[in-house]
């Protein structure tokens, strides 16, 4: 033994040396200099897809960035995009471990990690079979029907009484009680936590996500600082009561005399029983609950996000909102109603989307990957551990990829040769690859039949003495990019 350590001890520094001197043979991405143990931190600012874009510019669409102890790199145009999420998928189709996440995720439990183990196959299976496949989703037809049809009439009263709508509460109010009803089977009736706690806690959690929290970066320090600044005692009351909420409902569910078909909540719990029998636990209630929270955070906001900006941008562009809204009623006629079987006909409502998610994709910088095996990209090598994230809304205002970019003019995507579901890499709402969005039909399905509904029904005036400049298009930090002040209108009956 002894003569083995010793032989270790011996080769150790030289070992470390070839390993240096390796890396120094090769190329890391340029980067702005960064300052003696916060590296590159102080660059982040309040809304880092903005700062980063700016530093892209400056930098290359391949950027290095130090943040405390987490190498990062950013990249930030459709060909380095294509080489993360394609050519290289399989180095780095991981997602970084990081406090607010262990939290959200019941100690990493969720369907975001270790996307080669047998247990997040299984989970993604479930969740496309179950959730997500072009079957579930024909078949939410009567709940989206019935939701869609409450906000009409809601917006109805506002509208015969000339009042103010805020659609940005009212279409997070839908997303929520749609994604809850295909997910539990229910809507908030009876529940201590209402549709407004409810919606309040997911943005609370997706800010969380969205921000840098001191010990994602200096493990022991940091975590000391989040302690002192508040955060963990934050962390703590949002988890817990999202736990709480999918308590309730998993007990409703395990209710004898429960009526109703079966949902996505019944065919967790099934499969908990069912393994539980077995003696194979792979899924035991907290994976269901982590499941649930991946679920709800990702699905609801983005969907609502979506619709909120494109209905911001209709307003400030009235020669497209004159447009898409003669396109819908004329397809629809004395229908009544939009569904989901009318929305394909919708072309040019489908630009409008397109055009929305470049100017404001929901998730500007994607979610986090993490690199596990080396790989080079235009020259350069990244290494394993490294954090990468794709800078989306930089692409989508980018003057080299798209003509006068600051314009909302949806007839861009006339020509049909770029879709959004992950094919064309200079739009890309939905990512690409292994981690590509599992509910991008669900998604669409809900954006498109809303919004050709709001936009049926009713004319949309903005509030007295308000005009178009007014509008404020301000952005509010987060993983998920809401606008910064709701969107208030009046609503006119059609
Ligand atoms: C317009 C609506 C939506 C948009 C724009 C959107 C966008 C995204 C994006 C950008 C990602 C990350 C992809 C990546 O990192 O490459 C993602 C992941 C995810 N989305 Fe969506 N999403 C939407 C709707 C939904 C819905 C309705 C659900 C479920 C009900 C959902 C469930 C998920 C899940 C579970 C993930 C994590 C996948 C993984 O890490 O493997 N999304 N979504």
Request: glycine share 6%; aromatic share 8%; net charge neutral.
């Amino acid at each position: 033994m002894l003569p083995w350590l010793s032989l270790l001890l011996l080769f150790l520094p030289l070992l470390l040396i070839i390993a240096v001197k390796r890396r120094q043979g090769q190329l890391q991405p340029p980067g702005p200099p960064q300052l003696p143990v916060i590296g590159n931190l102080h660059h982040i600012g309040k809304l880092p897809h903005q700062t980063l874009w700016k530093l892209s510019q400056k930098y290359g669409p391949v950027m290095f960035l130090q943040l405390g102890r987490v190498p990062t790199v950013i990249v930030s145009s459709p060909e380095t995009a294509k080489q993360v999420l394609k050519v290289h998928d399989i180095h780095c189709c991981s997602r970084p471990l990081s406090e607010g996440t262990r939290k959200l995720s019941y100690d990493h439990l969720d369907v975001a990690f270790s996307p080669f183990d047998d247990y997040w196959k299984e989970v993604r299976k479930i969740c496309v079979q179950e959730l997500f496949s072009t079957q579930r989703v024909h078949s939410f037809q009567p709940i989206r029907d019935e939701v869609i049809q409450k906000l009409i009439d809601s917006i109805s009263e506002s509208a015969s009484t000339n009042s103010l709508v805020n659609l940005s509460q009212k279409l997070m109010s839908l997303t929520a009680s749609l994604t809850c009803k295909a997910s539990f089977g229910m809507s908030f009736q009876g529940s201590k936590i209402d549709n407004d706690r409810f919606q309040m806690l997911v943005h609370e959690a997706l800010q969380m996500l969205g921000s840098y929290s001191a010990s994602d970066f200096f493990p022991l320090v940091g975590w000391i600082f989040d302690w002192f600044t508040g955060l963990h005692r934050r962390r703590e009351k949002i988890v817990g009561d999202l736990d709480a909420f999918y308590e309730e409902m998993i007990d409703l569910h395990l209710q004898e005399n429960r009526q109703g078909d079966e949902d996505f909540v019944d065919v967790l719990l099934k499969l908990e029983r069912e393994q539980a029998a077995l003696g194979n636990a792979q899924i035991t209630r907290n994976h269901s609950k982590a499941i649930l929270m991946d679920i709800l955070l990702a699905g609801i906001d983005t969907s609502a996000i979506s619709m909120t900006w494109a209905m911001t941008e209709l307003v400030r562009n009235p020669r497209v909102m004159k447009k898409v809204q003669a396109e819908i009623r004329n397809q629809i006629g004395e229908n009544a109603r939009v569904r989901f079987e009318n929305v394909n006909e919708l072309k040019y409502l489908k630009m409008v989307i397109k055009e929305t998610w470049r100017l404001h994709p929901p998730s500007p910088l994607l979610i986090p990957r993490e690199v596990m095996s080396e790989f080079q990209i235009n020259g350069y090598t990244i290494y394993p551990k490294t954090r990468l994230q794709v800078n989306l809304w930089g692409m989508g205002r980018d003057p080299n990829v798209w003509k006068d970019p600051e314009e909302f003019l949806p007839e861009r995507f006339m020509d049909g040769s770029i879709d959004a579901k992950g094919q064309s890499f200079e739009l890309l709402p939905f990512g690409s690859g292994r981690r590509i969005c599992p509910g991008i039909l669900m998604g669409s399905v809900m954006v498109e039949t809303a919004l050709a509904n709001l936009l049926y029904h009713f004319d949309w005036k903005l509030p007295d003495g308000m005009a178009v400049q007014d509008i404020d298009i301000e952005e509010a930090p987060g993983l998920t990019v809401y606008k910064r002040t709701p969107l208030e209108l009046v609503p006119v009956r059609f």
